[in-house]
């Protein structure tokens, strides 16, 4: 075999390999930048998430508080009805306005975690939030005894009341533990 030959077979054998090289180089480079976008993703919606996971606790949180400070008046109300320094029937028993903005707020938050998921971490969120809303129905329903003048401490609308708060703690602890699972999940 002369030279020219040989320029020949190696011109024929390397073109092929240099366009499958470059085939295989773009595609490399193409599926380089998907899972790079892909993984710009998931941090994005690990970051929306967190967001909202705090956002949400914060509005429990809130609505707790106000709950609770209610809690204090519905106790003082009990210790008064006791002491008969005021008759149940004509005592005011309004709501107060910030429990109610604050369930409005705490709603609207659960709302949020609806679109950014995952289902877990709603299903935990819709616990808390009909929790809430069974502690903040046992102080009506203490409000309703105490209205009716059953007053003793071991009324059954009390221990449902110390019920619902104990339950509405314990499924905080449980949102706090699925949301910590998703946040701390390694992205792929």
């Known amino acids: 075999m002369d030279q020219g030959q040989a320029a020949v077979w190696a011109a024929a ?4 390999g240099v366009l499958l090289s470059g085939v295989l180089s773009y595609r490399a480079g193409r599926r380089q930048v998907r899972d790079q976008g892909a993984n710009e993703h998931q941090h994005w ?4 998430r967190q967001e909202q996971y705090v956002q949400f606790l914060q509005a429990v949180d809130h609505c707790l508080k106000a709950v609770q400070a209610h809690s204090g008046a519905v106790v003082k109300l009990s210790d008064q009805l006791d002491a008969g320094e005021v008759d149940a ?5 309004d709501l107060p306005r910030d429990v109610l903005l604050s369930q409005g707020d705490l709603g ?3 709302d ?3 679109m950014l998921g995952p289902e877990t971490v709603d299903e935990r969120a819709q616990a808390v939030f009909l929790g809430v809303l069974d502690y903040w129905s046992a102080h009506g329903d203490v409000l309703t005894a105490l209205r009716s003048g059953s007053q003793p401490d071991d009324h059954p609308a009390w221990s449902a009341l110390a019920h619902a708060e104990d339950a509405v703690v ?3 602890e449980e949102f706090i533990a699925a949301a910590r699972s998703v946040l ?3 992205v792929l």
């Open 170 to 172: 314990q499924q905080r």
């Open 112 to 114: 949020g975690l609806l």
């Open 45 to 48: 919606l690990r970051q929306q």
């Open 108 to 110: 609207k938050s659960r």
């Open 13 to 16: 054998i390397g073109i092929p």
């Open 89 to 93: 029937a004509v005592h005011d028993f």
């Open 184 to 186: 701390t999940e390694p």
